[in-house]
């Protein structure tokens, strides 16, 4: 009696935390099909995509206790992991890396969110210390690109904080194509910037809906006899404030907050990411419209302020190769500021080229990491 007893309540417990499981597998299948519904239409599910790598590390963790314990209950997490494999794909990879000896003659690409290269986190004698932006010029001269996208780019009409003539003298990519979309007093212009160590032979701008100043731009170069159009963009960016990351930085160093300013703080960031994916929607169709409209080869450099599982994402690539994919390793992150990690700048590119040796550069010089890779027109498929 006893044993059939203790059996009875074994089953229950499992049943329920089964029951507990398809909670999670209903939200896992949600994240899956996330990139796939446009925000703008219906913006909670952006959320979901937002979450995919928590719900999948915890269906991992509920596949082990089923290996242990109630194999048959395994088969449902292992069949809804294999259906999000592809999006599992766009956040871990492993890929080989090539000799560098062998790349001399690709073309060498740097993607970078400068912050206005940390203009506004210098103190008092800001002047004579600039600490970042010296380390991201000093980067950027030993890395020597052929290609170099700057979001968040700054140019000081005073002279005083010095970075496009700085990098005119310490960069082989002496052809630029340079956008300011704001300015402040008239001397510190901020916007996007390409260089080229090839030639220049037109340019354009794809403009956005917003008073954020972000934009995108597009530069048609000339690599030897082949025609390539850059585009480089900066999606709608969230527009944290610095409560936000008072309030981060709070929670990472597990400060206690009462539930009440919890909550107001989480109602608060979940807006702001709301209103950044209703807006950065449209962009993105914008953008994809105008590739698709394209002659040439295409090279996208960009801060998508989005993860791989979200609409943003799928929908650009859904035209072209992801860098990262196809010749990346490991995470990937680029996003290093307070809040989690995640991969939010990408390079992209159309099937003309192939990749080698995508880098994050894991030097903390801006809220985001820069990323590198070597593209190589593909001859065989012209």
């Known amino acids: 009696m006893k044993s059939k007893k203790v059996k009875s309540k074994t089953s229950f417990i499992l049943k329920f935390i089964f029951t507990i499981n398809i909670i999670f597998l209903i939200s896992i299948i949600l994240s899956i099909i996330a990139p796939y519904i446009p925000p703008d239409q219906f913006w909670p599910i952006a959320f979901m995509g937002l979450s995919y790598p928590i719900f999948f590390l915890i269906n991992i963790f509920f596949l082990v206790f089923w290996l242990i314990f109630k194999k048959k209950y395994a088969i449902w997490v292992i069949l809804v992991l294999v259906l999000g494999t592809n999006h599992f794909l766009k956040i871990v990879q492993s890929n080989k890396k090539v000799n560098e000896s062998e790349l001399q003659n690709a073309t060498k690409v740097i993607s970078f969110n400068v912050k206005n290269f940390d203009i506004y986190n210098y103190k008092k004698n800001w002047q004579h210390n600039f600490t970042n932006r010296n380390k991201i010029l000093q980067l950027l001269e030993e890395e020597q690109p052929n290609i170099l996208c700057f979001q968040e780019y700054i140019h000081d009409k005073s002279g005083v904080f010095k970075t496009t003539d700085t990098l005119k003298k310490i960069l082989n990519t002496k052809f630029k194509h340079i956008v300011y979309t704001t300015n402040s007093k008239n001397i510190n212009y901020f916007g996007i910037a390409t260089y080229s160590s090839y030639p220049i032979i037109d340019t354009g ?48 160093k597990d400060i206690n907050n009462d539930s009440l300013a919890l909550r107001k703080n989480s109602e608060r960031i979940m807006a702001r990411l709301k209103r950044a994916y209703v807006i950065r929607a449209p962009q993105v169709r914008l953008v994809a419209e105008h590739m698709k409209k394209c002659p040439y080869p295409i090279i996208l450099c960009s801060d998508f302020n989005d993860t791989p599982v979200s609409y943003a994402y799928h929908t650009i690539s859904s035209l072209l190769k992801d860098a990262f994919v196809e010749s990346g390793n490991g995470i990937g992150q680029t996003y290093a500021g307070v809040f989690p990690s995640f991969r939010i700048d990408y390079i992209m590119y159309s099937k003309e080229f192939y990749s080698s040796n995508f880098e994050t550069i894991q030097d903390e010089m801006s809220d985001h990491y820069p990323i590198k890779c070597f593209l190589q027109l593909n001859k065989k498929e012209e």
């Open 205 to 252: 701008r794809i403009e956005f809906k917003t008073i954020s100043g972000n934009i995108g731009i597009f530069t048609d170069i000339k690599i030897n006899e082949d025609t390539v159009r850059v585009y480089n963009v900066h999606f709608e960016s969230i527009r944290l404030k610095s409560e936000d990351y008072i309030f981060a930085e709070k929670v990472k």
